[in-house]
């Protein structure tokens, strides 16, 4: 492949937060009416003024700066007495132990954590997995290292228990040989957690196909009265290869500090702290000293910040079916992902319109997938009247360009 | 390529920093006489509790916690505000201008700049000429990327104004087909400058082949008495595709920041940035803000610092000249790279008994190329006395083990 297709393959013109970098293409001859006022929501992540990072977190980066040359120096998977801790609290959480000196790495982000778990996993010419809709740097990721997308539909639409993955398909996929499967839990962009009984299913598939999986559960701290949720590496029957995700950028607002974690299988974390070598040696050393705070916040703060966050989900879900728009109610997570009817504007200009006429940004649908152009993904991680305002101007826009 | 073969190439086992993570092998089988007592120094990277970070450094990255939420969530390229002000001191240090919209990337260090920078220009198949001895994830890169490394050997000993490149070897890997040419100015491992001859008849060379240029140039702020510097892009004659590297994580002792900057072509910082969303989506946002330190310290606060640094190497050359090791005076930067006599023992049980004999690491010369396994490197940015006393034990050792 030459290089300047492989490059192709990853535009970021639509990307979330790279609104400001896209070209001010002339809109207006499609604009109908005008301006509508309010203040401006950017959806496209979450609002840390609104909801700001973890009590303390401040203070933790000051310590690790204090310490001086053994922080600003870790070895590359992470300073031994911070992977000592978060390896305990992550093991506590999913309920099954992580080896503090084998089994994790401490990453930029999730994101990082993300890159080397793909890049430990595939290459040239082998079968990846993937969800539709899910994360787009899942799909990027792949093409990236030549790897070859088999899709995988997630039917979310019109469930309210079962996530919504076609598991004929995922077994398709591995008999095709697929080798990798790489999904988010809660889902990203819908906010929809998979059920036990999926879980099994895909943990039971991965192992008879011998294939790796690699489950971002980012947002799985964050979960709504009446969801329960399965952590795929407690299961008793689960793959040999598998490589999970979290980190303290969202549902902590710790987004600033960029800090990711992967734990699983200890030769996949062995390859991951191989690339990281090469790829930024290390998560930035003071930073990762933020990471004494997580899962240890105050007592009831990470539950006021999620009855906070579903008081917001509720009134705009009600606003959005309010008017006819069909959404489905996240069980986790800051993600909304509502449908939008037909429009006379294609979905790319009316996300721009949006922007300019109302001061909303939100996320096209095609950066998670080919089937889902009439949605849009908005993170309401926001101030809450806010948020409301701009959604009533979203739907009042959709009215105007409805076809 | 099988991905496990991919991944040997990536041994970290000797890589600087990963001492501690290095497996405990038996050799005291091997060990001659007791240990040598002494202040442990620890010559795998700079010492950043002797050298301490820029002033300021702390309230310039608290001041980005306290701008919140848009300095948490900037453009995956950086904050556009930090890359105006970066882009105008680069450019000026390096005598040609930096358009800060289009040609300037802000990345998790200078290893995140240079990741990019090889992966935006080399893919399978891809010939990229490669110095030997040079710093060791340029070789690990190009053959992450599927690159066919040709090399280029760097003759520095015996000389004292060029860096002793040899240029016919160059030619020849661009008239062999090398699209790409990656190096290090000052040179990482020796230290040693590159002439104004040298680097305009590689610009020239370059320029004529059609070939990438990517100079990393992190230390080039470090610069001893008498020793002059020319930047690459600043030449009229110069190749189509350079990408300039810098950073503040050495001089400046701000590594634990993880900090780093790319500047050159618009195309290739555009492909840069492009990977950037999906390997770390952003150098962390709140770091960036320490960037405003950057070329703007305390009056003064540079020049006693390579003060300082030029009395420390002067001191470890007397000592190692004094026991008849062969090393070349650095003209700028903090390492050292000392070429020790046949030993009894292989290098890298060398390097091991070093640490357990005399608490002394140093890197072992296997890492920066092929023709260096006699010579260990020393970053020197250290407590002076400290220094000074753990070469002298280094020195011992080498007697002891001489052949």
Redesign the interface.
Known sequence: ???ED??MT???DN?P??E??SKADNITHQMKGGTLIGTPVDFS?G???AFE?TPGS?DA??D??HA??K???T??RGS?SIRSVVAGRVGAFTGAPVDANEELII???T??A??LAVA?????G?KVAIVQPDYF?NR??VQ?F?GEMVPVILGYEGKDHDAGINLNELEQAFEAGAKVFVFSNPNNPTGVVYSKTEIEAIAKLAKAYGATVIVDQLYSRLRYEGTSYTHLRALSERPNNLITIMGPSKSESL????LGAAFGSAHLIE?M???Q???????????QAVLNTWFNEPSGWMEERIRLHQAIRDDLVSTFRGAGLPVRVPQAGSYLFPKLPALEVGPHDFVKLLRHQTGVIATPGSEFGPHSLDSVRLNFSQDHTAAVAAVKRLVELVERYKK
Chains 1, 2 share one sequence.
């Not at 070598?277 to 930073?287: D, E, F, P, Q, T």
């Open positions: 492949m030459l290089i492989k490059f990853l535009a970021t990307a937060g790279q400001m970098r992540h609002d840390v003024d990072p401040f980066f000051a690790g700066v001086g040359g922080q600003a120096y070895e590359y031994a990453t930029p982000g994101q990082g993300l890159f430990a996993t595939v290459t040239n082998d740097a990027k990721l990236f030549g987004s600033g500090y960029r390859r702290e191989k690339l070598a090469i790829v930024s040696l290390r998560a930035s050393g003071y930073n």
